[in-house]
């Protein structure tokens, strides 16, 4: 396969640039909003799909044709199939985009689930573009990439080009007749729903409803700490799942939940028959020429309404014994994990507790790096280290019993991981979490976090509200 790429300019932003073609099937948006010295650097646009592999109901499809094989094993064959040198600035030049849902990791952990049905997705769809639209989000080079399996190089770049042009004089002539007075954006500041005490008769929810009841929740948690009590686990990731009916566009709703919370590792897929609405803060696992990398996070406080009532509120995370050894018991699972795909004395912890802040929440997180073994697929790393640490909880295995005992509900997506595999080895994922899955009319996302014997009850059911609050908002 040759892959060729063209530079090109535009006035149009990366989001702008999504909207002409977010209404094909099949179309992806990886969306670094925030964070571009850092995280954010790049974005990228994946359009004219030539291969869409998928699982349901444990049965690998490759364009809808029924394959009797193992999903992953197949796409990692592909992925060395059509593998290409093609060094270049931008790690990821061509390949495919998708997910792999936390279900499909209890399958490859071989844990036996008894928990009820989830959201009805495949659990892993992997789709394989023709074309990449590029974005270098801290020097401003745009790139459009094609792989030439649909029509020829050439013509495919020219009418990516066509399109984006056209996208630009649109916007020439809404700029020369501006909205009036009466189309101003209205911003209303929001408390933290921590605040909230469940006597106010007003619904903080907008609309959606838990699978848990507040008792119930703070009734699990107990649960998690009955097993840290009798020496199962640690740590154990706690969640609760919130959904409702809503005829609102998909893409509006990213559109709002991007205002409001933007995100380094952002995502909008729209797949075959169900969206994909992710404003993740935190990576799983990137791959740039045999370098590894992953992010957990661990330890969550509030916005303030105030700016003291923020500062107290970061200084408080920054001085939790309880969140940074939560962070610390996952800095060394992580290590584990990566030790098994990482050539030996490779794998370092460079940050520890960094305070990053968000929109809604502060976060504390630590980066762990390692250099991949030779012979070890990108593939291969991801499969050997998922589902994350930072929404499992460890020692991992018995976590993820727990965790699927007491949650009673499959998790389907959320915590799963969304992003790409470059035919020339590189990769990137975040931990799907803060993300909005629709199908049809109905919509959902998952929320939780962290819980060890020093957990209370109901500060852990606040926290998750607090995580939950940017979604409320959209739907406000």
């Not at 649909?150 to 020219?158: D, K, Y």
Request: glycine share 8%.
């Amino acid at each position: 396969m040759e892959i060729r790429h063209q530079e090109f300019h535009s006035c149009l932003e990366p989001f702008e640039i999504y909207t002409l073609f977010k209404d094909e099937k099949n179309t992806a948006f990886l969306d670094s909003a925030r964070d571009f010295e850092t995280l954010g650097r790049y974005s990228f646009i994946g359009i004219n799909a030539c291969l869409v592999l998928k699982e349901e109901y444990g049965k690998c499809y490759i364009n809808e044709n029924e394959c009797q094989c193992d999903s992953l094993e197949k796409l990692d064959e592909l992925l060395k199939e059509f593998y290409v040198e093609y060094p270049f600035e931008i790690p990821f030049p061509a390949g495919c985009i998708g997910y792999i849902s936390y279900d499909a990791g209890l399958r490859l952990d071989k844990i036996k689930i008894t928990s009820g049905k989830g959201f009805d997705i495949p659990d892993i769809y992997f789709v394989f573009y023709d074309n990449l639209i590029l974005f270098d989000n801290l020097s401003g080079k745009r790139y459009i990439s094609a792989c030439g399996r649909l029509s020829c190089h050439e013509a495919s770049i020219a009418g990516i080009l066509a399109r984006i042009n056209s996208g630009e004089d649109d916007r020439k002539r809404v700029c020369e007749h501006p909205a009036g007075a009466g189309d101003a954006v209205y911003q209303e500041s929001f408390a933290p729903l921590s605040h909230f005490n469940g006597s106010d008769s007003s619904d903080p929810f907008n609309g959606f409803e838990s699978n848990f009841t507040r008792k119930q929740y703070e009734e699990a948690v107990t649960g998690v700490k009955e097993y840290i009590r009798s020496g199962d686990i640690y740590i154990a990731n706690m969640t609760q799942r919130f959904s409702k009916v809503t005829n609102q566009n998909s893409f509006e709703i990213y559109k709002q939940l991007r205002e409001i919370n933007p995100a380094p590792f952002a995502a909008y897929l729209s797949c075959d028959g169900f969206e994909i609405i992710s404003c993740s803060p935190e990576r799983f696992m990137r791959i740039d020429n045999r370098s590894v990398e992953t992010r957990p996070i661990k330890g969550t406080r509030p916005r303030g309404g105030t700016l003291r009532e923020d500062e107290a509120n970061r200084i408080q995370l920054l001085q939790s014994k309880k969140d940074k050894a939560e962070l610390l018991m996952i800095v060394d699972l992580e290590r584990n994990d990566l030790s098994k795909v990482c050539k030996p004395g490779t794998v370092k912890v460079t940050e520890l507790f960094k305070l990053e802040e968000y929109s809604t929440v502060f976060h504390l997180v630590s980066t762990v790096i390692g250099e991949l073994r030779d012979g070890t697929s990108a593939l291969q790393c991801i499969k050997a280290c998922f589902p994350g640490g930072s929404i499992t909880g460890a020692p991992k295995i018995r976590a993820m019993e727990i965790i699927d005992e007491l949650e009673g509900i499959k998790r389907s997506l959320y915590t799963g991981c969304i992003g790409y595999f470059s035919l020339n080895g590189n990769a990137d994922f975040n931990i799907v979490i803060r993300t909005l899955i629709k199908k049809g009319k109905e919509i959902c996302f998952g929320v939780g976090g962290g819980i060890t014997w020093d957990s209370v009850e109901s500060a852990e059911y606040l926290e998750a509200l607090d995580k939950a609050q940017a979604f409320f908002r959209a739907f406000s």
